[in-house]
C-alpha cells in the first residue's frame, strides 16, 4: 500500500517491474494514483495494458529538489521521444507544474476558449468510472486514508478556503425551495432518524451564534436573549427554527401543541425536534 506523507515525491508508473517503468513523475499526495490528465502516449500504453503500478522512489523536502530528481531519473532511462529510452515522458523532466502558482503558471490569465474546455471535457468523460479511478475498491483498511485523520492545521487552512465561498447569492440553492416531492422523499428519508445528544449541541450552538452574528436574516432588529432561546429542526426539509413562534408560521398548529409534541407529552405529528 502506497503511503503519503504530505510530501514531494518521485514516483514511476511501470507494468510488470517497477526497475523497468514507463514513465517518471513527481507530485504530492494522490499524484501518482491520478490516472486523469496524462499524456497521448501514457494513455496508449495504459489502453495496451490496463491501468498502470505505482511506485514511490523517494520523499523529498522541496519541490525543487524533487524536480532535480526527476530530471536524472527520466536521463537515466531515457526517452522514446527522441529513441534514447524506455520512458514515454515527453519532455527532459524538472519543468512540470508543481509549485507554480500565479504568474509563474505558464497558464496564468489565459483562459480556455469555450471549444477547448468542450474538447477537454468530452475526452475525460467516463475516465475516471469503474475501474479506471486510481481508487477502485480501495475502501476501508485499503483506503490510503485509512486510520488517519486532519491535523488542525489542516482543518483550519481548510475554513479559510471556504469562508464565504457559499454565502448569499454564490450558494447554488439561493433563491430555491425543495418542491414538495424533494420534502415529502426527505420526510420518510428521515423517518426513525435523530441526531445524537453531541450533535444536537454543536450545530444548535453553531446555529445560534450564526444568527447572533446576523440579526438581519431574521428579520431581528435587536440581539434576542439566546441563553433562553431553543432550536427546533425540521428533519425532513433540514430548516432550523428559532422559536415556536417562529415554527407555528409554517405549520398548521399552534405553538403550544408543537412544544408538546417535541416534549413528547402528545404524538408528534410533525418532523420537527429540538435541536
Known sequence: MIEFKDKNYLYVHYIDNWTKPFYVGIGKNYRCTAFSHRGKYWNNIVKKYGLPKVKII????????????????????????????????ITLGGDGYLGRKGEEHPMYGKPMSKEAKEKASNKLKGMLVGEKNGMFGRSGELNPFYGKKHTEEHKQRQRETKKGIYDGEKNPFFGKTHSVETKKYLSEKMIGKSMNEETRKKVSKTLKMIRKNNPERWGEIDPINFNKSILLLDQATGVYYYSYTDAEKYYKYHRKLLKKMTDGIVPNKTNLIRA
Open 58 to 89: 523517494q520523499y523529498f523536502e522541496t519541490a525543487d529538489d524533487s524536480k532535480i530528481a526527476e530530471k536524472a531519473l527520466i536521463g537515466f532511462f531515457g526517452r522514446r521521444f527522441n529513441n534514447s529510452g524506455i520512458l514515454v515522458n
